[in-house]
């Protein structure tokens, strides 16, 4: 199912966010239970990434996503993993969904991201040791049903967007239900380019 996924998302191209995600529910992006979150879960500006662990702009941008959280305690962070760049991809972020599941997702992705090496098994379950995750109950939630889910849901979401690439970031208010008061962003960005969509966000 997720090589159809994947499919369906390299194929999409990019367009307008205001127009097509009018197709797309706000909420799903903004809102889904049981994505991952950092930052303040109760923020009042969400920023959303779609992102892939061996995509150099999305490990240039981790350093950034650190410090906008440390500088704003009123934004949450969510996280959507999108797997595009193959089965090491792929085996990262089942891991780190399933980091999920035991209250861990952000120290351990941001030190997947971080780590400045290649992406290989050895190295995510020796990472999920050292963040002190479960790594005989990650083995077994991240191949289970549930993380698959996540997954295709990711990738459906991303083609319904028409997300064309990694790392793409929507910013808007928490609660809003109007797509044209999201903010698209697609790529890497620093960290003031960042901080005023955020600002905006907020007016």
Known sequence: MLQ???????FCSLAMFAVIAKAAPVTELLNKPNDPVAGNPHGAVTVVEFFDYQCS????????VAAIIQANPDVRFVFKELPIRGPMSELASRAALAANKQGK??????ALLSSNQPITEAFIFETAKKVGLNVSKLKKDMNSPAVANELKSNFNLAAQLQVSGTPAFFIAKTGTRN????????????QGELQTAIDNAKK
Do not use: T, W
């Not at 159809?4 to 390299?10: D, S």
């Not at 702009?57 to 950034?64: D, T």
């Not at 997702?105 to 941001?110: D, N, T």
């Open 4 to 10: 159809l996924a994947r499919k369906i998302f390299l």
């Open 57 to 64: 702009h999305c490990i240039s941008m981790a350093p950034v």
């Open 105 to 110: 997702y952000y120290p351990f992705s941001h």
């Open 179 to 190: 797509s044209n008061d999201v903010n698209f962003q697609l790529g890497e960005m620093s």
